[in-house]
């Protein structure tokens, strides 16, 4: 069974530096994809990046860009010049591509960002 | 509609009624997603429809709970004689359901935050 772990309950960030949020994965499947979530205090999950598994090139959405590693499954996602909106739960999810519903999903990491 | 919608927002209720939980999702899709979470804690999974067909159960955590989905579209998620422990923010997400073009991402509603006194 696939299970996905996000090993840093909590990580904070000066406004507008970088942070990484890791995520890894556990998986026997080839043929897959990833997904970033981010959750505010609002609770309203929002899809930030996602990967396809056979796509060696890195998603990147304006300011958020992720590092896949294939062969180390891991999955980490990397934000740029963090803003105060960006605090919030964000959450490492796995998708096998035979299946069109179950995704498996990480414990979340909460990012805090600093004034 | 523009996204998916969950109604009510919050609610409160007493030990051992039973409480009724909707989801409106983006129109056109044809699957739709229960989820739990609950406080501090990622996303369990309780049950998933294809149109009004539920292939997938096997999240439900006891047979207090059930869900429906009529016409393709409204789904609602009842939960009866509450126990303390159903407290928790009820998620709903809705896909296109075509596995063919590959993300069939899958879109959240803002939940249900549900307590039981």
């Known amino acids: 069974a696939q299970t996905v772990t996000q090993s840093q309950p909590e990580m904070s960030v000066q406004e507008a530096e970088t942070v990484t949020l890791s995520c890894t994965y556990d998986?026997?499947?080839?043929?897959?994809?990833l997904f970033w979530y981010k959750q505010p205090p609002s609770r309203q999950m929002i899809l930030v990046i996602r990967?396809?598994?056979?796509k060696q090139q890195n998603a990147t959405e304006n300011r958020f860009s992720v590092n896949f590693q294939k062969a180390a499954k891991s999955f980490s996602l990397k934000i740029s010049d963090s803003q105060l909106g960006d605090a919030a739960m964000y959450f490492c999810?796995?998708?096998?591509?035979?299946?069109?519903?179950?995704?498996?999903w990480g414990a979340g990491t909460k990012l805090i960002i600093k004034p | 509609g523009a996204g998916v919608s969950q109604s009510p927002s919050n609610k409160v209720t007493e030990k051992g009624k039973d409480v009724e939980l909707r989801c409106d999702p983006i129109?056109?899709?044809?699957?739709l997603y229960w989820y739990r979470q609950s406080l501090g804690q990622g996303l369990e999974f309780l049950i998933y429809?294809?149109?009004?067909?539920?292939?997938?159960k096997s999240g439900l955590p006891s047979d207090r709970f059930s869900a429906e989905r009529t016409g393709g579209s409204v789904s609602t998620l009842t939960i009866q004689r509450t126990q303390q422990e159903d407290s928790a923010v009820y998620l709903c997400?809705?896909?296109?359901?075509?596995?063919?073009?590959?993300?069939?991402?899958?879109?959240f509603g803002p939940g249900t935050r549900l307590t039981v006194l």
């Open positions: 429809f294809q149109g009004n067909s539920a292939p997938d």
């Open positions: 990967q396809e598994a056979y």
């Open positions: 998986t026997s499947e080839s043929d897959y994809y």
């Open positions: 129109s056109g899709h044809t699957a």
């Open positions: 999810a796995y998708r096998s591509a035979d299946s069109n519903y179950q995704l498996i």
């Open positions: 997400a809705s896909s296109s359901g075509m596995l063919a073009v590959g993300w069939d991402t899958q879109y």
